[in-house]
């Protein structure tokens, strides 16, 4: 081929992109039909996984062949068959299972914020009401409690033996914007003289005490209910945890909560901070900088921040240094900041 041929416009982007919803549509159909779950049994032709799936042999295929195509099943012959990422976070068996994250991931409160993204351009921030995702008591943060345990329950793991590896000491926690509590609790699994302070709404919080009960450290566990603007922490804790929840807000109300935070650590505390954070130049790596959008569409000001960005809001609000921890094999970091 020649470099003209090789260098001419192609319109295959512009299509695959316009068309992106039905890869999100057939996903999630795939999952309502339990399709990964079918073939993971052993239903492996269109016919046995229509069957499995009480669904038209005509549909699967369809089906099948589409999330093929997209590398989400494989196909030789006639057989299809589970691709590693589809048999670990799709197949309803696997304790990795993700497909209950769709209610959350899809719901309307994020969906139709993205719908509207021209005027969440000219406006800079979400068109939605009530402030999109962070208006008080918003329901949408239950849904996220439920559905995302599963897709945190990992990286909350990998936090607590990154910042309490040897977890042989008196440990006092207090985790914001707790959700579904898994960060806080991971600590009290790991360590047992952790005691976790959880802040979030009511309806939220009964999730986490939920999951407390479950993992046996509810004695351990403390529930302190409503806003993380609002309420008072207390003191003297050794760690403060900022779980996915900065990117909701632009830096001075950031900066605000992280003074509040500052004050509610002991000597020689620290605030560890998990988030989506692009490199300097915004656009790499792709995930974690294409979060920005889903901030522009969903909050009023919210945005994905660089590392040198979270570490100047820390350094304004008093902290005296932090450092960036990759948390492999998540998209996440982790920024821990020293009091």
């Given at each position: 081929?020649?470099?003209?041929?090789?260098?001419?416009?192609?319109?295959?982007?512009?299509?695959?992109?316009?068309?992106?919803?039905?890869?999100?549509?057939?996903?999630?159909?795939?999952?309502?039909?339990?399709?990964f779950?079918?073939?993971?049994?052993?239903?492996?032709?269109?016919?046995?996984?229509?069957?499995?799936?009480?669904?038209?042999?005509?549909?699967?295929?369809v089906?099948?062949?589409?999330?093929?195509?997209?590398?989400?099943?494989?196909?030789?012959?006639?057989?299809?068959?589970?691709?590693?990422?589809?048999?670990?976070?799709?197949?309803?068996?696997?304790?990795?299972?993700?497909?209950?994250?769709?209610?959350?991931?899809?719901?309307?409160?994020l969906?139709?914020?993205?719908k509207?993204?021209?005027?969440?351009?000219?406006?800079?921030?979400?068109?939605?009401?009530?402030?999109?995702?962070?208006?008080?008591?918003?329901?949408?943060?239950?849904?996220?409690?439920?559905?995302?345990?599963?897709?945190?329950?990992?990286?909350?793991?990998?936090?607590?033996?990154?910042i309490?590896?040897?977890?042989?000491?008196?440990?006092?926690?207090?985790?914001?914007?707790?959700g579904?509590?898994?960060?806080?609790?991971?600590?009290?699994?790991?360590?047992?003289?952790?005691?976790?302070?959880?802040?979030?709404?009511s309806?939220?919080l009964?999730?986490?005490?939920?999951?407390?009960?479950?993992?046996?450290?509810?004695?351990?566990?403390?529930?302190?209910?409503?806003?993380?603007?609002?309420?008072?922490?207390?003191?003297?804790?050794d760690?403060?945890?900022l779980?996915?929840?900065?990117?909701?807000?632009?830096p001075?109300?950031?900066?605000?909560?992280?003074?509040?935070?500052?004050?509610?650590?002991?000597?020689?505390?620290?605030?560890?901070?998990?988030?989506?954070?692009?490199?300097?130049?915004r656009?790499?790596?792709?995930?974690?900088?294409?979060?920005?959008?889903?901030?522009?569409?969903?909050?009023?000001?919210?945005?994905?921040?660089?590392?040198?960005?979270?570490?100047?809001?820390?350094?304004?609000?008093?902290?005296?240094?932090?450092t960036?921890?990759?948390?492999?094999?998540?998209?996440?970091?982790?920024?821990?900041?020293?009091?």
């Amino acid at each position: 081929m020649s470099t003209s041929a090789a260098q001419q416009p192609s319109p295959q982007l512009f299509f695959q992109t316009i068309n992106a919803h039905q890869r999100t549509e057939a996903l999630k159909g795939a999952i309502e039909l339990e399709v990964f779950t079918a073939i993971g049994e052993g239903n492996t032709t269109a016919a046995q996984i229509a069957k499995r799936c009480q669904a038209s042999e005509k549909g699967i295929r369809v089906l099948c062949d589409f999330l093929t195509i997209y590398g989400m099943l494989t196909k030789d012959g006639d057989q299809y068959g589970l691709t590693l990422d589809s048999a670990t976070f799709l197949d309803k068996r696997s304790p990795a299972y993700l497909g209950g994250t769709v209610e959350f991931l899809c719901s309307p409160m994020l969906t139709e914020g993205a719908k509207h993204i021209a005027e969440a351009v000219r406006r800079g921030g979400t068109v939605m009401e009530n402030d999109g995702t962070i208006g008080p008591e918003n329901p949408v943060w239950v849904k996220f409690a439920r559905a995302m345990g599963a897709m945190m329950a990992m990286p909350a793991q990998l936090i607590a033996k990154l910042i309490d590896p040897s977890a042989d000491r008196k440990l006092k926690v207090l985790d914001i914007a707790a959700g579904h509590g898994l960060f806080g609790l991971a600590f009290a699994t790991n360590n047992p003289q952790a005691e976790i302070t959880a802040v979030d709404w009511s309806a939220v919080l009964e999730v986490a005490k939920e999951n407390a009960q479950k993992m046996g450290v509810a004695d351990r566990y403390q529930t302190n209910e409503g806003s993380a603007f609002n309420v008072e922490f207390g003191s003297s804790y050794d760690l403060v945890l900022l779980t996915n929840f900065l990117h909701h807000f632009d830096p001075p109300t950031c900066e605000t909560l992280l003074r509040k935070v500052h004050s509610a650590l002991g000597d020689g505390g620290r605030a560890v901070t998990l988030e989506f954070i692009p490199n300097e130049d915004r656009v790499t790596p792709p995930d974690a900088a294409g979060f920005s959008m889903m901030m522009l569409t969903s909050t009023p000001s919210g945005d994905a921040y660089t590392f040198s960005e979270l570490e100047q809001m820390f350094a304004r609000a008093g902290f005296s240094r932090s450092t960036l921890h990759p948390l492999p094999p998540t998209i996440q970091q982790v920024v821990v900041s020293e009091k």
